[in-house]
């Protein structure tokens, strides 16, 4: 069975570094997209970036690109998502779901949500 | 970025009866290889997405077949023929045929 496990909760400061990770299970790592997709509190879903990570092709959402970096490890079958300098605004649940091309196949998961926490 | 505006944004419906949510596109979402990537999902209270819809009318494994999508070009529908309990949440319709991907603001679903 085909399962994404996420990191645990984070509560941070405004301007700190935060690292969060999605293990995937149960199918070949390298296969399939990985992405990352932010809700704030109350609000609808938007993605960050994706990757590949057969070749770690990356794209990233031009609102979030140079704000966050997306990155896998395929020797553990990881991903990250990774800030160097939090801000207030980052306080959301973070998903991350594993795809195929354009999310057009019959292959689609998600993990569980990282909430985040920012504040001073 | 394309936008996706769905309508209604608030939806009570009395079980049994049939519910349709629409989701209109700012560009047409034909895809170059001929496909058109505009999916559906649901998100129930406190849980993550589960895509329920994917290229427009293909249903994701374990979906009922009370769930159905269509549409082509801008305008897409996720019809379900007979609401139940388990419906309430808020429903999403999202697009992979451009980069960046994205979702419309969310129809939520409740039982009068």
């Known amino acids: 069975e085909v399962h994404l496990v996420q990191s645990g909760t984070e509560v941070k400061k405004p301007g700190e570094s935060l690292k969060i990770s999605c293990r995937g299970i149960?199918?070949?790592?390298?296969?399939?997209?990985i992405g990352w997709v932010r809700q704030m509190p109350g609000k609808g879903l938007e993605w960050l970036g994706i990757i590949y990570p057969d070749d770690f092709d990356t794209r990233y959402n031009p609102s979030f690109q140079g704000h966050v970096t997306i990155s896998v490890d395929n020797s553990i079958n990881t991903a990250y998502l990774q800030w160097s300098s939090l801000l207030a605004s980052d306080t959301a649940v973070y998903y991350c779901?594993?795809?195929?091309?354009?999310?057009?196949?019959?292959?689609?998961?998600w993990g569980q949500g990282t909430l985040v926490s920012v504040s001073s | 970025d394309v936008v996706l505006t769905q309508s209604p944004l608030s939806l009570p419906v009395t079980p049994g009866q049939p519910a349709s949510i629409s989701c209109r596109s700012s560009?047409?979402?034909?895809?170059?290889?001929?496909?058109?990537?505009l999916n559906w999902f649901l998100q129930r209270p406190g849980q993550p997405p589960r895509r329920l819809i994917y290229?427009?009318?293909l249903r994701d494994s374990g979906v009922p077949d009370r769930f159905s999508g269509s549409g082509s070009g801008t305008y897409f529908t996720l019809k379900i023929s007979r609401v139940e309990a388990a419906d309430v949440g808020v429903y999403y319709c999202?697009?992979?045929?451009?980069?960046?991907?994205?979702f419309g603001q969310g129809t939520k679903l409740e039982i009068k």
């Open positions: 290229k427009v009318s």
């Open positions: 149960g199918y070949t790592f390298t296969d399939f997209w």
């Open positions: 560009q047409s979402l034909g895809h170059s290889d001929g496909n058109t990537y």
């Open positions: 779901t594993s795809h195929g091309n354009y999310g057009g196949s019959d292959f689609d998961n």
């Open positions: 999202m697009q992979g045929t451009f980069w960046p991907r994205t």
